[in-house]
């Protein structure tokens, strides 16, 4: 089964060559699907570029603006299941994450985990140069996230994260609504819902040195809003069920976009 890495971008010019490189140079083979949303600086041709020296491994899928990171994902996600990929990874492009630490998500999923997500709060994770007010933040989020849902995971906002195709295929992508950290939060709360095993592999998070950070009040507010809201519909009966893929929820319109576009 292929193993995909999706990146999504957003002026990553600094990074994007370099975190392409070191995914390619690991000794599991991956493959690689970087999502620009039109970066003005130029990322996504630094990646046509690299193409011929990757042929068939790496990909690219451009929007035509910033629509933020969770809708890029979606994206990414339906694009990946469309082409028969059996392990879908995030990453972000700003060498946060260790590309290292892909083959432990990897490993975890191949150990039983349907979902393995690297986390930073659980022994022998950690982060590293992030600024004190970060850290608070995550860790409030944390905190805040297991108080309001019970969701049993330590670092549900982490953004290094392995799926089996099996849960994205189970979820139901349109019903899934956030853009930032409520994001990550959304999928693992969804993952958990419909009964997935999640387990957390530890990782150390390096805060960004090239390239400036996307986080704004904006996607601080949708996180604190959206925890409540996922607790409010889990009361109701018919979350899960909406939550499950259907029939119709299969190829949904932008699914069939996706891959009409990319057979061309
Ligand atoms: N396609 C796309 N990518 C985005 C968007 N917003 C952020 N990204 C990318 O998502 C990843 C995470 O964004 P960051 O800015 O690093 O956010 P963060 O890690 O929460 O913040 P920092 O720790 O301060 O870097 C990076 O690869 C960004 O380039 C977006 O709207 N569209
Ligand atoms: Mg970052």
């Not at 998500?105 to 659980?122: P, T």
């Amino acid at each position: 089964m292929q193993k995909i890495v999706i990146i999504p971008t957003y002026n990553e010019k600094e990074n994007i060559s370099g975190i392409v490189t070191a995914i390619f140079a690991l000794q599991q083979q991956f493959h690689v699907l970087v999502i620009d949303d039109n970066s003005p600086d130029g990322t996504a041709q630094i990646v046509k570029n690299m193409q011929a020296a990757f042929p068939g491994q790496l990909f690219i899928e451009e929007r035509k603006g910033k629509q933020g990171l969770g809708t890029a994902y979606i994206y990414g996600f339906r694009w990946a299941l469309a082409r028969g990929y059996g392990y879908i990874f995030e990453m972000d492009a700003d060498f946060s994450h260790n590309p290292a630490d892909l083959d432990s998500l990897y490993e975890a999923c191949l150990q039983g985990a349907d979902l393995a997500v690297g986390s930073r709060y659980v022994k022998g994770g950690g982060n590293v140069n992030w600024p004190r007010n970060r850290i608070i933040l995550s860790k409030g989020a944390s905190f805040y996230t297991h108080l309001i849902t019970r969701l049993p995971v330590k670092d549900p906002t982490a953004g290094f994260v392995c799926y089996k195709r099996e849960v994205l295929e189970a979820i139901n992508l349109n019903e899934i609504k956030f853009v930032g950290y409520a994001f990550q939060i959304e999928m693992k709360f969804a993952a958990w819902k419909l009964g997935f095993k999640i387990k957390e592999v530890p990782i150390i998070f390096r805060d960004r040195t090239y390239g400036t950070s996307k986080m704004n009040k904006g996607i601080v507010k949708e996180g604190i809003a959206g925890v409540l809201y996922l607790r409010w519909q889990s009361w109701f009966k018919d979350y899960s069920n909406r939550l499950k893929k259907t029939e119709s929820s299969n190829f949904s319109s932008v699914s069939n976009e996706v891959f009409a576009k990319t057979k061309q």
